[in-house]
């Protein structure tokens, strides 16, 4: 019996939280494997917290941040989707065929240095079916301006006219906009440095994320590029989180009343 399936025999599928402890255990186990940074749990649980302020669900302020999301990734010329260690042990299978879908190449990149952690989220890659990844050969690597953190180390990045950044540190959002590059960040935390300077900011978690801009990708494909360009320009970024930092308000006053009915016997 693997590791992960201990874990799953722990948690009932009919505890009211599953899904949530289901995922917290992927990142359990990521770290095990080196997948995951220490740290990475950390900004799990900071995730966590914010995603239950928002009720949980990908509102549809996100579903609007996700549709200009995949028309301009469509869009681009040299897309690229960077990886970490939490998205690659909560949705690998998902980011191989978004990445497919998109026409856009995953980039292992990360912020926390550590021996073996590089080819670990590799193997998760290709374990779910990607082909080319980049980002794992150092010969390959180049140094990306403005950037003091190990997120400078870069292959496609580097040439890239737009990133999508899941799940990042703000250091590297600031640093690919000043080289004039798209920005698409995935954030629970609408006030995040990351989200604050991306072009597009989906604040939702990215396990749902990732499915959702699937479907939308394969609506989108199918439309003419003037289309795609309608619906990027007509998407406000500072209004769409505006909206978001709304829909937490409104969340929490309805909790004030709804969430005691819960405990009523
Ligand atoms: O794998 P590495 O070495 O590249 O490191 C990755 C982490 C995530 C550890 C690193 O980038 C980091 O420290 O990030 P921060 O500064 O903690 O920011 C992570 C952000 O992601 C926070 O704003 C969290 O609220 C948010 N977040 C956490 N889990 C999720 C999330 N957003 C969307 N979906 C989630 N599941």
């Known amino acids: 019996m693997t590791s992960n399936e201990n874990q799953d025999h722990l948690v009932p599928k009919s505890h009211p939280r599953y899904e949530s402890l289901k995922y917290r255990h992927k990142i359990i186990e990521g770290m095990k494997n080196l997948v995951v940074a220490e740290a990475g749990l950390i900004a799990h649980g900071r995730g966590e917290c914010f995603d239950y302020i928002l009720g949980e669900k990908t509102t549809d302020v996100a579903k609007k941040a996700i549709e200009a999301a995949v028309a301009s990734i469509l869009l681009a010329d040299r897309p690229i989707i960077s990886v970490n260690g939490n ?102 935390n609408p006030l995040s440095r990351t989200a604050l300077w991306a072009d597009i900011t989906i604040v939702d978690n990215i396990v749902r994320t990732i499915p959702e801009m699937i479907n939308v990708a394969k609506k989108l494909k199918e439309l003419n590029p003037s289309y795609l360009e309608k619906i990027v320009k007509n998407f406000n970024n500072k209004l769409n989180i505006q909206n978001t930092l709304n829909l937490i308000l409104d969340y929490i006053e309805k909790q004030k009343e709804k969430a005691f009915d819960a405990v009523k016997i």
């Open 87 to 188: 998205v690659a042990a909560l949705v690998p299978d998902e980011l191989v065929i978004l990445s497919n879908i998109l026409n856009a190449p995953l980039e292992i990149n990360l912020f926390y240095q550590k021996k073996g952690r590089i080819q670990a989220i590799k193997n998760v890659l290709q374990k779910a079916g990607a082909s080319i990844i980049y980002g794992t050969d150092p010969k390959k690597m180049i140094k990306l301006e403005g950037l003091e953190s190990n997120r400078k180390n870069v292959e496609l990045i580097a040439n890239a006219d737009l990133v999508m950044v899941p799940l990042e540190d703000g250091d590297r959002t600031e640093a690919l906009k000043k080289l004039n590059k798209t920005v698409i960040a995935v954030d629970l």
